[in-house]
C-alpha cells in the first residue's frame, strides 16, 4: 500500500465518520450510517477504491 492510498483511506474515513455525525440516523435502523464504525470502515473503503490504480 502506497501513502497516497493510505491518505485516502484515512481522508475516506474521516468522511465517513462525519457523516455519521452531522447526518446519521435519528431511527437507529438505518445499515451504514447508524454505527460509527460501520460509516467510517465505508468510508475508508471508498477512499480505497478511489484511490487504487
Same mark, same amino acid.
Given at each position: 500500500?502506497?501513502? %497516497?492510498?493510505?491518505?485516502?483511506?484515512?481522508?475516506?474515513?474521516?468522511?465517513?465518520?462525519?457523516y455519521?455525525? #452531522? &447526518? *446519521?440516523?435519528? %431511527?437507529?435502523?438505518?445499515?451504514?450510517?447508524?454505527?460509527?464504525?460501520?460509516?467510517?470502515?465505508?468510508?475508508? #473503503? &471508498? *477512499?480505497?477504491?478511489?484511490?487504487?490504480?
Amino acid at each position: 500500500m502506497t501513502e %497516497s492510498m493510505a491518505l485516502y483511506m484515512v481522508i475516506g474515513g474521516a468522511l465517513g465518520f462525519g457523516y455519521h455525525r #452531522l &447526518i *446519521g440516523c435519528r %431511527s437507529g435502523t438505518c445499515a451504514i450510517t447508524a454505527n460509527p464504525y460501520i460509516s467510517t470502515a465505508y468510508g475508508a #473503503l &471508498i *477512499g480505497f477504491m478511489i484511490a487504487r490504480p
